[in-house]
């Protein structure tokens, strides 16, 4: 399937950037700082990101019941937790991959459902935001780079609730070549984020995400201190937040590089934390979230295959 080859391709590009950046930072220094790590942290970590998913789920299956999605909640579960494999796609944007399960399922069309990995991603992107205004004065172009995000925030925000233009650009779709057969999806994708980001959901899925992304945050916070570099909670959600953005405002694939450049750099920069444990704490910090998400993804899928492989009547007698 095409996620395996993307999802190699991701895994080779992130073991070509470690090795660089381990080259550049010394084995030494890293395999010094591992040496010392109080590993007994590290399940706790694990457990943090498991509650991240959890909680995040909590959305999926609340987006679902707004696109009047009926759906056994065991069932939800297994389409989320497997679509964790597209973890390391650039903005996590191949979690698409669960509508195309969540059809298989129980017919729903993808253009039906796409739009709530969409929502995700949208609200997910505005909890970081919010969580990296903590530490906005803590970088010199800070201000800047908010601005952006907020800007990307209220930009989208604008052109999804303005329906009379929406309807009328789709309109315009019609008459083009190759897009006017498509408009009817295209339609229906529109109706389903126009009702997923209207500002009660939009401020309840947000809430949701700045308490799963948190749990993030707490393990990057744990594995810092499991170092001997501890640093107050606040510019531990900051640093984490931000590097979570510019990891997918730059659209690499799972945010590596830039996610891993920002994390361990404002650790050396602003807390002058050992270039060694900035480079253990980062590659511990992503193995738990980033690598972890794709190990449980896989697994659920590999749990789920005769599941997504039965037919909606079969589900419906059978569950």
């Known amino acids: 399937m095409a996620f395996k080859k993307n999802l190699f391709i991701t895994i080779a590009v992130a073991a070509v950037f470690y090795l660089a950046a381990s080259a550049w930072m010394g084995w030494e220094r890293i395999l010094t700082a591992l040496s010392r790590f109080h590993w007994w942290i590290l399940p706790f970590c694990l457990l943090l990101s498991l509650a991240n998913y959890i909680v995040r789920f909590t959305k999926w299956h609340y987006y679902l019941s707004?696109?009047?999605?009926?759906?056994d909640r065991r069932i939800s579960l297994r389409i989320f937790l497997s679509g964790l494999v597209m973890s390391a796609t650039p903005g996590k944007f191949g979690e698409v991959f669960k509508s195309y399960l969540l059809k298989n399922v129980n017919g729903v069309p993808m253009s039906r459902s796409a739009p709530v990995v969409l929502a995700e991603r949208f609200t997910d992107f505005t909890a970081l935001f919010v969580m990296s205004l903590l530490g906005v004065t803590l970088l010199p172009n800070g201000f800047t780079v908010f601005a952006v995000s907020l800007g990307i925030i209220v930009l989208i925000l604008v052109l999804a609730m303005w329906k009379s233009a929406a309807e009328k650009i789709i309109a315009c779709?019609?008459?083009?070549?190759?897009?006017?057969?498509?408009?009817?999806?295209?339609?229906?994708?529109?109706?389903?984020?126009?009702?997923?980001?209207?500002?009660?959901?939009?401020?309840?899925?947000?809430?949701?995400?700045?308490?799963?992304?948190?749990?993030?945050?707490?393990?990057?916070?744990?594995v810092l201190w499991g170092f001997g570099s501890p640093l107050p909670m606040l510019p531990a959600t900051?640093?984490?937040?931000?590097?979570?953005?510019?990891?997918?405002?730059?659209?690499?694939?799972?945010?590596?590089?830039?996610?891993?450049?920002?994390?361990?750099?404002?650790?050396?920069?602003?807390?002058?934390?050992?270039?060694?444990?900035?480079?253990?704490?980062?590659?511990?910090?992503?193995?738990?979230?980033?690598?972890?998400?794709?190990?449980?993804?896989?697994?659920?899928?590999?749990l789920s295959a005769e599941v997504f492989n039965r037919s909606p009547e079969d589900l419906e007698v059978r569950e």
């Open 66 to 71: 707004l696109l009047n999605i009926s759906l």
């Open 173 to 222: 779709l019609q008459g083009m070549p190759m897009v006017g057969k498509h408009t009817d999806k295209i339609r229906a994708a529109y109706e389903s984020i126009y009702r997923l980001i209207a500002p009660g959901p939009l401020a309840w899925a947000t809430i949701i995400s700045i308490a799963s992304w948190f749990c993030e945050c707490i393990a990057f916070y744990l």
């Open 238 to 302: 900051f640093i984490y937040a931000f590097a979570t953005i510019l990891g997918a405002l730059l659209m690499t694939p799972g945010g590596i590089g830039p996610t891993e450049g920002a994390i361990g750099g404002l650790l050396i920069l602003l807390y002058s934390v050992p270039e060694g444990i900035a480079a253990s704490a980062t590659l511990l910090i992503r193995v738990c979230t980033l690598w972890f998400a794709v190990a449980v993804g896989l697994l659920a899928l590999a």
